[in-house]
């Protein structure tokens, strides 16, 4: 299945997610060595998986100590985790850019229509100061398709200055910590305003329950609910919650529950375990992550994060900036 077939599946095609989630199964299986290792290792056979909750999913932390790659050609970028002293960042081999721009537009377009329609406003640092994060290179190029906005990583004045004076309905999208200090320095209404928060803390504020933060947000900023982004350096592609915490995937991603205990041992839906991302825009690494997130899958397919499995590294989203 090319690019071009997996942007075109539809939300409610299991069948067709299914074919082409077992076609890049066997492909990478063969093709990409940390995988292929994997899976050996644990005694899997890729002949003998015949559908999707068969699929071995790879631990998160092999993107820190391994190449997770499978393309004939170098990459054209290496998208890089934050991470505080001690800890080791991950890294993921980008084959190509133009894939990656073309995953993070139609998630947004998905959720939030055409770019040129919004404003973006990013409490982020910008890209010259972070180019390993695929957030700030995303919000740069989604930045420019808008049209109008920018990065703000601590100038809120002129953050609030140059919002009140733009008229097209805008998006504020910002590192938690960052909107938190907005909130509590200057708590401004902001009207015709998505507020979108992604990650936490992260060691910048002290870790409060998601529900109590968003509730915080919402009564400073004036606004009904906070968005959230869900994406990660190990990924492609992203999901969006409009609120409560509950994200959606775009078509060619899904989130499946494993038990916390046994990693290969799936659950079925409303269950609550650790969470398992198929993101089959990782055409040249690999589609099928373990990750360290803890939270619920529904049978309709959206997630809730609850936080991160017990002795789990804090990950790096928001220390953006050393």
Request: hydrophobic share 40%; glycine share 8%; aromatic share 12%.
């Amino acid at each position: 299945m090319t690019n071009d077939d997996i942007f075109r599946l539809q939300p409610g095609d299991t069948a067709a997610f299914e074919t082409a989630a077992l076609e890049l199964f066997r492909r990478q299986a063969e093709t990409c060595p940390p995988y292929r290792e994997y899976l050996q290792r644990i005694g899997a056979r890729p002949e003998q998986v015949s559908r999707f909750r068969e699929i071995p999913f790879l631990p998160i932390e092999l993107f820190k100590s391994h190449d997770v790659y499978c393309a004939p050609e170098p990459p054209e970028a290496v998208f890089t985790s934050s991470a505080t002293t001690g800890m080791v960042p991950s890294h993921h081999p980008m084959r190509s850019l133009a894939l990656y721009e073309e995953a993070f537009r139609g998630a947004f377009r998905t959720f939030y229509g055409e770019p040129a329609n919004w404003s973006l406003y990013a409490l982020l640092p910008n890209y010259l100061r972070r180019k390993g994060s695929s957030l700030v290179y995303m919000a740069d190029r989604l930045i420019a398709d808008c049209g109008s906005g920018g990065f703000y990583l601590d100038d809120y004045e002129a953050l609030l200055r140059d919002m009140a004076a733009d008229p097209k309905p805008k998006i504020l999208l910002g590192v938690s910590y960052a909107l938190w200090d907005l909130a509590e320095r200057y708590a401004p209404k902001l009207p015709d305003t998505v507020v979108m928060e992604t990650g936490g803390m992260k060691g910048y504020r002290e870790e409060i329950p998601k529900e109590e933060f968003h509730r915080i947000l919402c009564d400073a900023f004036g606004v009904e609910a906070i968005h959230s982004e869900y994406g990660m350096a190990e990924l492609t592609s992203q999901a969006y919650s409009a609120g409560g915490n509950r994200f959606r995937c775009p078509a060619w991603m899904r989130v499946v529950c494993r038990d916390v205990n046994d990693p290969f041992a799936p659950l079925p839906a409303g269950s609550r375990g650790g969470l398992n991302i198929v993101d089959l825009a990782n055409r040249w690494s690999c589609a099928f992550i373990q990750t360290q997130d803890v939270g619920r899958v529904d049978p309709d397919g959206s997630f809730v994060v609850e936080g991160r499995i017990d002795h789990a590294e804090i990950r790096g989203c928001n220390l953006l900036v050393q």
